[in-house]
DNA sequence: CGGCGATGTCACCGCTGTCAACATCAAGAT
DNA sequence: ATCTTGATGTTGACAGCGGTGACATCGCCG
C-alpha cells in the first residue's frame, strides 16, 4: 500500500497550513477540519498532530499567517501611498477593507478568540506586527491643540473600530454593497460626544 | 423508563429557545449543540427536530430573540434620554456597546450569517426591527449642508461600523479595557476622506 | 369512540477531534 | 558497520456531533 511518495513529507508543517489556507477560502471556516486539511495534502488523518496542538494549533498557526498577509498588505498599501500621512492612512484603511473582503473565512478566523490557542507565541508576533501598521497609519492624527499619547491613542482606536466595523458589518452581510461613507460631511463629534466608550 | 414529566413538554420550544440562550453565555457558541439544549431541557436529543430546522433553525430562532433583546435594549435607551436627537444617538451607541459586552457569545451569533437559516422570517423581522433602531438612532445626524438622503444613509453606516467595529474588537480581545474614544478631538474628513468606502 | 396529526424516542449513519500503539526514517554514537 | 534515539507518519479505536427514518405516545377533533 506504499504510494509513490515517501514515507516522511519534507515539509509537512507549511503545506498543511498552506492547504488549510485554500481550504478556508474554497469552504469556508466549517470546512476546514484537521482530516480535511491532511486529506488534501495527501497524509493520514492523525499526522498533523505532530506539528499543531490539535485544530486550535492549526487554526494558529493559519491565522498567523494571515495577519503576517495583512500587515504586508497595509504595509504595502502606504508605502505606494508615499510620505503624505493623510494618504498613507487613507491606503491603510482601504488595504484594511480590502483584506478582509478578498479573504472573508481568513479575516474572521483571525479575529475569533475562542477558536485560537491563546497561548502561541508565533500569532502573538504576527498579531502585533499587524497592529503596529495599524497604530502607525493612525499616528498623530488626532487634531487636538496636542498630539500627546491619550489622542494618539484614540487615534488608532477611532480608525480602527470605523474600517473593522465597517469590514464585518460588510462580511455578515448586513451592509449592501451600495453603501457608502461620506465621512467628510460628518463631524464625529456631534454623533459620538466624549465619554461613549468609557468604561461602564 | 419513564421518567417523571409527562411524554409531552408542553412548550418545547419556547423551552429550547431559552435554554439555548443559557448554554450560550455559559459555555460559548461552541457549546450550544442540539443535544445539550435537548439535555438541559431533559428531552431526547432529536426532540428539537420536531420544532427546528436543525441547528441552525434553532440558532436562527435564538438569534431571533437576541435581536428583539437588542432593538428593546435600544429603544429603551432612547426614551430615556428624551427628545434631544443628541443624546438619543448617543444612548443607543452606549446601549449598542453594552448589548455586545453583555451577552457576547449572543451578539456574536446574531451576525454570524453563516451559522444562521437565510430564510427564517421570524429573524428578518427581528433583525429589521432592531435595525430600525439604529437608523432612528443616527437620523438626521448628516452635518453637510442638507439633509439630503444619500447624508442620512451616510451617517447610519457609519454610526453602525463605529459602534460595531469597537463592540467586536473589545469582545475579541483585541482592545484592551482602558482604551478610550476621544471621538470629540478628531476630525474624522482629516483621516478618512470620502470616497474611501467606494466600489472596489 | 376512533382515527389522526403532533410530539417525542430510538437506532443508525457519516463526520469530527483526540488518543494510544505501532511503523518508518534520519542522524549521531559506539 | 551497527545500535540507539528522536522525530515523523500510519493505523485503529473512541466519544460526541448533526441528521435521518422508523416507531411510540399523546391529545384533539370529528
Redesign the interface.
Known sequence: MAQEGPYHHGNLRAALVIAGIDLLEEA???GLSLRAVAARVGVSHSAPRNHFRGLAGLLSAIAAEGFRRHAAALGDAMAEAGEDR?AR??AA??AY??FA?ASPALFTLM????RLDADDAALWAARSES?DRLREA?RG????PAASL??N???E?????????????R?????G?S????????????????G?????
Chains 1, 2 share one sequence.
Not at 479575529?111 to 475562542?114: L, P, Q, W
Not at 482606536?157 to 458589518?169: D, I, K, Q
Not at 453603501?179 to 466624549?194: D, T
Open positions: 469556508g471556516l466549517p493623510a492612512a487613507q484603511a482601504e477593507v480590502a473582503l479575529f475569533s478568540k475562542d497592529y493612525a492624527y488626532a487634531s487636538g491619550p489622542e491613542l484614540a487615534a482606536t477611532y480608525l480602527w473600530s470605523l474600517v473593522h466595523g465597517f469590514a464585518r458589518l462580511l455578515d452581510g448586513v451592509l454593497k453603501e457608502r461613507m461620506l465621512g467628510r460631511q460628518l463631524e464625529v463629534g456631534e454623533i459620538l460626544p466624549k461613549l466608550f468609557d468604561e461602564p
